[in-house]
T-cell receptor
């Protein structure tokens, strides 16, 4: 079955540091890939997505590129802020089946 | 546009009691999802509705969990009787019709079983 493997946390970085959160997936077809973010006490929010190989999703300075050859969708940001502190989830959905399969999440803490 | 509304935000019950959660999706969204998020894990789909029909309930523990979506709008998820392992956040999400539409999540209901 489908699965998503995320870099284990927690991750602690200083403000303005470079961020990478690794995500790899296993799927039978050609899934769509997503990053969701969950701020404390809130529900999940879609951060970015990519629907086919080599697509790059981007939002709020975050980027992730759909790499079919390595089955990866790593999240990156060039300069993190304290407000980026949250839990980040990588997820996939199969074509025609909108069900999301999530990774376990990575807690990110940015210190001033 | 108003987001996905869920209530209550928090619920504490004793094991073997029953509990119900309510979800009001974004207006016009045909698809509604219930997810269970156990502490330290990613959300896991329990049930997916398309309008008022069930699309996928393969992960729903049907001996104790039930869900309905009357008139294709609001939905209720019930647990009866609750077990200790049901302690989790229950998330509702909705999405419009169409391919690859993003899911919009509510803030969730945090359930604690004593």
């Amino acid at each position: 079955g489908d699965s998503v493997t995320q870099m284990e946390g927690p991750v602690t970085l200083s403000e303005e540091a470079f961020l990478t959160i690794n995500c790899t997936y296993t799927a039978t077809g050609y899934p769509s890939l997503f990053w969701y973010v969950q701020y404390p006490g809130e529900g999940l929010q879609l951060l970015l997505k990519a629907t086919k190989a080599d697509d790059k999703g981007s939002n709020k300075g975050f980027e992730a590129t759909y790499r079919k050859e390595t089955t990866s969708f790593h999240l990156e940001k060039g300069s993190v802020q304290v407000s980026d502190s949250a839990v980040y989830f990588c997820a996939l959905s199969d074509p025609g089946n909108e069900k999301l399969t999530f990774g376990t999440g990575t807690r990110l803490t940015i210190i001033p | 546009e108003a987001g996905v509304a869920q209530s209550p935000r928090y619920k504490i019950i004793e094991k073997r009691q029953s509990v119900a959660f309510w979800c009001n999706p974004i207006s016009g969204h045909a698809t509604l999802y219930w997810y269970q998020q156990i502490l330290g894990q990613g959300p896991k789909l329990l049930i997916q509705f398309q309008n008022n029909g069930v699309v996928d309930d393969s992960q729903l523990p049907k001996d104790r969990f039930s869900a309905e979506r009357l008139k294709g709008v609001d939905s209720t998820l019930k647990i009866q009787p609750a077990k200790l392992e049901d302690s989790a956040v229950y998330l509702c999400a909705s999405s419009p019709d169409g391919y690859n539409q993003p899911q919009h999540f509510g803030d969730g209901t945090r359930l604690s079983i004593l």
